[in-house]
């Protein structure tokens, strides 16, 4: 079974100020690989996706991330933060598009 | 479209009591999945149906079973509900490989549970 690992279980960051999630994976074969967000009592919302081809991945909410072969990486990142980020963010792994697999989330609280 | 639609928004039951959870998608996908989430677990996969007529186990399917009814909807049941299974459950679906889409997952809003 794959495995995803996402090292930072709450994130708290200033409003305007640059954000890092991490996400790390297990797999020795190609995988596809997710990030979605989920606001509070909602479902979850895809933010972006990599599939193949160039490995840095620009999604909505101008969040963009780094597909990373050889350290198994997938940390989505953005420049700028705001107040309407705060959410939980999830990274997914797929190995046919028919089975994910879910890291454990991490919680982005964004400060004023 | 109305996208994924789930079943009650809430549910409070009793151990031993049945109940069945309902989620229909009106994307024309192929693909569904039932999912439970859980604090610091993330999402765990119970079930999902590849297409009409196909159900497969995943990740945690003991105490659960599926139906797929059609194309639109995948129903979930729990038999004799323990308060092990209190939690938020997430119905999904996707496009096949080979689609625009493909592999992204539309997720519903999801199906509160308690189990006392």
């Known amino acids: 079974a794959q495995s995803v690992t996402q090292l930072d279980s709450q994130v708290p960051v200033f409003e305007e100020a640059p954000v890092e999630l991490r996400c790390n994976y297990s797999s020795s074969v190609s995988v596809y690989l997710f990030w979605y967000v989920q606001y509070p009592n909602q479902g979850l919302q895809l933010l972006l996706k990599?599939?193949?081809?160039?490995?840095l991945v620009k999604g909505i909410n101008g969040f963009e991330a780094e597909f990373n072969k050889s350290q198994t990486s997938f940390h989505l990142r953005k420049p700028s933060v705001h107040i309407s980020d705060t959410a939980e963010y999830f990274c997914?792994?797929?190995?046919?598009?028919?089975?994910?697999?879910f890291g454990t989330g991490t919680s982005l609280t964004v400060i004023p | 479209n109305a996208g994924v639609t789930q079943t009650p928004k809430f549910q409070v039951l009793k151990t031993g009591q049945s109940m069945t959870l309902q989620c229909a998608q009106d994307m024309n996908h192929n693909s569904m999945y039932w999912y439970r989430q859980d604090p610091g677990m993330g999402l765990r996969l119970i079930y999902y149906s590849a297409s009409e007529g196909t159900t497969d186990k995943g990740e945690v399917p003991n105490g659960y079973n599926v139906s797929r009814l059609n194309k639109r909807e995948f129903s979930l049941r729990l038999e004799s509900a323990a308060p092990s299974q209190t939690s938020v459950y997430f119905c999904a679906s996707s496009e096949p490989t080979g689609t625009p889409r493909r592999n992204e997952q539309f997720f519903g809003p999801g199906t509160r549970l308690t189990v006392l």
């Open positions: 990599y599939l193949s081809g160039s490995t």
């Open positions: 997914a792994v797929s190995l046919t598009g028919n089975q994910f697999y």
